[in-house]
């Protein structure tokens, strides 16, 4: 009777045991498509079929778990170059929000601006005449010094040393003023011409009827940072399309790499293979709410020239020019 209890016992662990080793194999059903649009049901997936996106099935048939599909080295790389971009958006739009904050803090009106602006001008030329008087002073004793020089040749002697030295080192310095003279020139304007702007800037802010100063500064920093880094975003699905459209020309008008990849989401030419070549590339990005916008990307040869190249303001033209590229395109315009 015993044995008998025993073998009952045995024989109900056996069944019990399988049954959950049954229930554990029937939880691990994976299902996926290949790339030739096959379906696969297993509960193994082979090494060769994992970089498919794949579903893991209850015993119900119930999605539990999705492994997406495993992303190729172009879509890595777009990866990182949508995280450089979102940084650089993001801090385009800080910086932005925080300029006219101090704008709209710092003066009361247009006219406390313009004044600030012609002080400002006023001591910088001051600066200017400063240095001009330097020069004029140092060629006047250049000049002294080589009529002493002129002087020393038609008595037949030779300049002496001392003089000739003189003589360098006042035309060094006139060199040097000039320098000087040429770099507060050229501050002077960048000044002027950022307070001009800011001008401009700060009677956007405070000139419009219906939205306040601080809720148009944060609207348009985000337009700002998508003219400077080459975004548009766009209005609805049949926008997109004649967006994406406009884009293949822009690609094809600027790039002078040939033509590598063309999807529904990657535009992309070939990689730059010398100093003077640029390579543009479209993405097409999902921001959610059905919303999708495309992403300028330039890139040039890593190289000394080609980094010097990517800094120009020929590459920031045609990033800038991106957005209304684009928009002329939808509407139905050419292009300038």
Same mark, same amino acid.
């Given at each position: 009777?015993?044995?008998?209890?025993?073998?009952?016992?045995?024989?109900?662990?056996?069944?019990?045991?399988?049954?959950?080793?049954?229930?554990?194999?029937?939880?691990?059903?994976?299902?996926?498509?290949?790339?030739?649009?096959?379906?696969?049901?297993?509960?193994?997936?082979?090494?060769?079929?994992?970089?498919?996106?794949?579903?893991?099935?209850?015993?119900?048939?119930?999605?539990?778990?999705?492994?997406?599909?495993?992303?190729?080295?172009?879509?890595?790389?777009?990866?990182?170059?949508?995280?450089?971009?979102? /940084?650089?958006? %993001?801090?385009? @739009?800080? &910086? #932005?929000?925080?300029?006219?904050?101090?704008?709209? *803090? $710092? !003066?009361?009106?247009?006219?406390?601006?313009?004044?600030?602006?012609?002080?400002?001008?006023?001591?910088?030329?001051?600066?200017?005449?400063?240095?001009?008087?330097?020069?004029?002073?140092?060629?006047?004793?250049?000049?002294?010094?080589?009529?002493?020089?002129?002087?020393?040749?038609?008595?037949?002697?030779?300049?002496?040393?001392?003089?000739?030295?003189?003589?360098?080192?006042?035309?060094?310095?006139? /060199?040097?003023? %000039?320098?000087? @003279?040429? &770099? #507060?020139?050229?501050?002077?304007?960048?000044?002027? *011409? $950022? !307070?001009?702007?800011?001008?401009?800037?700060?009677?956007?802010?405070?000139?419009?009827?219906?939205?306040?100063?601080?809720?148009?500064?944060?609207?348009?920093?985000?337009?700002?940072?998508?003219?400077?880094?080459?975004?548009?975003?766009?209005?609805?699905?049949?926008?997109?399309?004649?967006?994406?459209?406009?884009?293949?020309?822009?690609?094809?008008?600027?790039?002078?790499?040939?033509?590598?990849?063309?999807?529904?989401?990657?535009?992309?030419?070939?990689?730059?293979?010398?100093?003077?070549?640029?390579?543009? *590339?479209?993405?097409?990005?999902?921001?959610?709410?059905?919303?999708?916008?495309?992403?300028?990307?330039?890139?040039?040869?890593?190289?000394?020239?080609?980094?010097?190249?990517?800094?120009?303001?020929?590459?920031?033209?045609?990033?800038?020019?991106?957005?209304?590229?684009?928009?002329?395109?939808?509407?139905?315009?050419?292009?300038?």
């Amino acid at each position: 009777m015993q044995d008998r209890t025993f073998s009952i016992s045995l024989l109900l662990f056996i069944v019990c045991g399988l049954t959950a080793v049954q229930a554990a194999h029937a939880k691990k059903m994976y299902r996926w498509v290949d790339e030739n649009g096959k379906t696969f049901l297993s509960d193994q997936v082979p090494p060769e079929q994992v970089q498919h996106r794949r579903e893991k099935l209850s015993e119900n048939g119930l999605v539990v778990e999705v492994t997406e599909k495993a992303k190729t080295q172009e879509q890595i790389a777009l990866d990182r170059r949508l995280n450089t971009l979102r /940084k650089a958006q %993001e801090e385009i @739009i800080a &910086k #932005q929000k925080v300029n006219d904050k101090v704008l709209l *803090s $710092a !003066f009361r009106n247009v006219n406390d601006m313009q004044e600030s602006l012609k002080k400002k001008m006023h001591a910088m030329d001051s600066q200017i005449m400063i240095l001009h008087s330097n020069k004029l002073r140092a060629e006047t004793a250049l000049e002294n010094q080589l009529k002493r020089a002129a002087s020393h040749e038609r008595s037949g002697e030779k300049t002496p040393a001392v003089l000739t030295e003189e003589i360098n080192k006042a035309k060094a310095q006139i /060199k040097e003023v %000039e320098a000087e @003279i040429e &770099k #507060q020139e050229g501050k002077k304007r960048h000044v002027k *011409s $950022a !307070f001009e702007a800011d001008i401009e800037r700060y009677k956007f802010l405070t000139h419009s009827d219906t939205e306040e100063p601080q809720e148009l500064s944060d609207r348009t920093a985000e337009m700002k940072a998508a003219v400077e880094l080459g975004l548009y975003l766009c209005g609805s699905p049949a926008q997109c399309a004649k967006a994406w459209e406009s884009a293949h020309q822009f690609v094809r008008t600027f790039s002078t790499t040939p033509p590598d990849i063309d999807n529904e989401k990657l535009l992309m030419t070939a990689e730059p293979q010398a100093d003077a070549d640029l390579s543009l *590339s479209v993405s097409k990005i999902d921001m959610g709410n059905s919303q999708q916008q495309l992403f300028l990307d330039v890139r040039c040869r890593q190289s000394s020239l080609g980094a010097e190249l990517c800094a120009s303001d020929k590459v920031r033209d045609i990033r800038t020019s991106f957005r209304s590229y684009i928009e002329n395109g939808v509407a139905g315009r050419v292009p300038n």
